[in-house]
Every structure is written in C-alpha cells, then in structure tokens.
Nanobody
Framework: VQLQASGGGLVQAGGSLRVSCAASGGAFNRYTMAWFRQAPGKEREFVASINWSTGTTYYTDSVKGRFTISRDNVQNTVYLRMSSLKPEDTAVYYC????????????????WGQGTLVTVSS
C-alpha cells in the first residue's frame, strides 16, 4: 500500500488550496481514509475523514465549514479542499488509511503518506 500526498504550498490567509492523496497497492473501498496535520512543535492531529464506501465524512471542529474531504473512486484519490485558510492551519498534512477503532486516534491508522506542507501567511 502506498499513499502519495501532494498539493501543498504557500497561500495567503483567506485563500484556498486543495491537497491530494493518491492511493495504490491495496483495496481501499472497505476503509476510512483521513487527513491529519502536524504543526511545528505540536502533535499530529485529526483533521477530517471519509468512509470510502459510504462517503460519510467527519471533521474536527476547527475546520468545519472551511474544509471539505472527498474521494474519487476511479482515480483512487482522496482530496482535502481547504478554504478560508488561517495562519494556524499551517502544518504538514498527512493522509492515512484507518484499520480499526475511532477515527481521531492516529494509532488506528496503518498506512501513512509522506506529508505535504501547507503554509498560510498572514
């Protein structure tokens, strides 16, 4: 299984950006995929998740209404569309595949992408 994250970059506060996670090498339609992020000096935190089969989504409170997670079943890709970005959204964003348990615990994810850096300037 490989997860390849891409699309990060530098954006001004209030702007938008979409990051992508291309999945390969395994079956994903039975799993939940998620985005986590890790800001400098902070722990990696849950951002959003999507059940690949049902499309059910969850978001952490700080991004609700601003971020949208989606998936493309043909391209085997998960997206995170980020709008109204704030400087506190600056972090390395990681995609991951959950194998079991609650969505917000990173221990429940067995495969991780390499991360893509999102920097929001004020």
């Amino acid at each position: 299984v490989q997860l390849q994250a891409s699309g990060g970059g530098l954006v001004q506060a209030g702007g938008s950006l979409r990051v992508s996670c291309a999945a390969s090498g395994g079956a994903f339609n039975r799993y939940t995929m998620a985005w986590f992020r890790q800001a400098p000096g902070k722990e990696r935190e849950f951002v959003a998740s999507i059940n690949w089969s049902t499309g059910t989504t969850y978001y952490t409170d700080s991004v609700k209404g601003r971020f949208t997670i989606s998936r493309d079943n043909v391209q085997n890709t998960v997206y995170l569309r980020m709008s109204s970005l704030k400087p506190e959204d600056t972090a390395v964003y990681y995609c991951a595949r959950k194998h079991d348990g609650p969505i917000y615990r990173r221990d429940n994810y067995d495969y991780w992408g390499q991360g893509t850096l999102v920097t929001v300037s004020s």
